[in-house]
């Protein structure tokens, strides 16, 4: 039986124009974008241990708009990190498309060892098998929403909250019922303060994963902010913040970014009606999914001993299922020297860049 034709792919940089209108580019993207290849985070990452390249995939008059996140090493040369991508209409279209990526590289010489990529592909036997075929080589996965829960929320609002469990339901319904109110409040430094300290508080006490500086974080939230996609929520218990949410809307997708609460508090349901008023507001704003960034994998999701299992229970209350994306792989380009990265390169530029900085590499 023939087979279609693989699409052919070219790579370029992305213009001035395109730059400066960069979230209206990648949110027509195939799979709509991601928060992660946004102006907001290019400009986090740029200049903080990373140089960003604003990379354009073209094909038959389509195009995907995709960040790079670039570092440089002794020895080995350049490595390329696709963060989230590429955003491509197809899983066949991998392959070529990378090829156009490496094709680019090497015409400027940009010396280029591997292409680190996660595309938001779900896990699936006949996926993985496509990735090996195709000359990819499994990494271990970056980003914390490799596996996650997505909660479709485009529908009216009764019949998403309808969509949830009946336990998320009943916690809205009761913290509704005994006087939770859920405030939203504007970027400030005093907002700022208040969702760190909830957060290092959640991580002192259940040791999931690494919190990152205040620092970090306050640039982070500056830059969704600033462009109107970041949104902050809390609920107060004895005058002071006891739960609070960092939310970003980012074309239609919203993702639960950052979150974290006091221990041992009396109000049931305060929560979970943090992310209800969340969900409520991102529909407002026009998004249509609503990823919760994070639960374990779908086969450990009930494993008492893995250290997001709490936060997996949370969330599975609003999305039944699990979503498992093929997560972190590399296009090797250089396969001697990416071998040396895999060797232990990696793990010893991880371990300086963290002496260093202080804070985590990728």
């Not at 389509?62 to 989230?84: D, Q």
């Not at 949370?314 to 792989?329: E, L």
Request: proline content about 4%; overall charge neutral.
């Amino acid at each position: 039986m023939d087979t279609a034709p693989l699409r052919e792919f070219t790579a370029r940089f992305a213009t001035a124009e395109e730059i400066e209108n960069w979230d209206k580019h990648v949110t027509a993207n195939p799979n709509g974008g991601n928060m992660l290849q946004s102006a907001a985070y290019a400009s986090v990452k740029n200049g903080h241990g990373w140089d960003v390249r604003f990379l354009v995939l073209e094909s038959a008059g389509t195009a995907s708009y995709n960040l790079v996140l670039e570092k440089k090493f002794p020895l080995l040369g350049r490595l390329w990190y696709l963060i989230k991508g590429p955003d491509l209409a197809d899983l066949e279209d991998l392959k070529p498309a990378l090829d156009a990526c490496a094709a680019f590289a090497r015409s400027r010489k940009f010396n280029v060892f591997a292409i680190k990529v996660e595309p938001d592909i779900v896990s699936s036997s006949e996926a993985r098998a496509h990735l090996a075929a195709a000359g990819l080589v499994k990494a271990p996965n970056i980003q914390s929403n490799d596996s996650t829960a997505l909660l479709d929320i485009a529908e009216p609002e009764k019949e998403v909250f309808r969509a949830i469990s009946s336990r998320a339901r009943n916690a809205v319904r009761r913290a509704e019922r005994e006087g939770c109110e859920v405030v939203q409040r504007e970027q400030s430094p005093e907002t700022y303060r208040a969702l760190y300290e909830l957060m290092a508080d959640t991580v002192n006490a259940k040791g999931s994963m690494p919190l990152r500086s205040y620092e970090y974080y306050s640039r982070f939230w500056d830059e969704f902010c600033n462009r109107g996609q970041g949104n902050f929520f809390f609920v107060y218990e004895d005058g002071k913040p006891s739960v609070g949410a960092f939310v970003i809307n980012y074309g239609s997708k919203a993702t639960y970014k950052d979150g974290g609460s006091t221990q041992n508090r009396k109000q049931y349901g305060d929560s979970h009606l943090v992310q209800w008023a969340a969900i409520r507001r991102m529909k407002e704003l026009g998004c249509a999914e609503y990823d919760f960034c994070g639960t374990p994998p779908a086969d450990r999701i009930k494993d008492t001993s893995h250290p997001l299992y709490g936060m997996g229970m949370f969330k599975t209350s609003f999305s039944k299922t699990v979503t498992d994306f093929v997560g972190c792989y590399d296009y090797v380009l250089g396969p001697v020297r990416h071998r040396l990265w895999v060797k232990g390169a990696e793990r010893i530029f991880r371990r300086l860049e963290t002496t260093r900085t202080g804070g985590q590499f990728y």
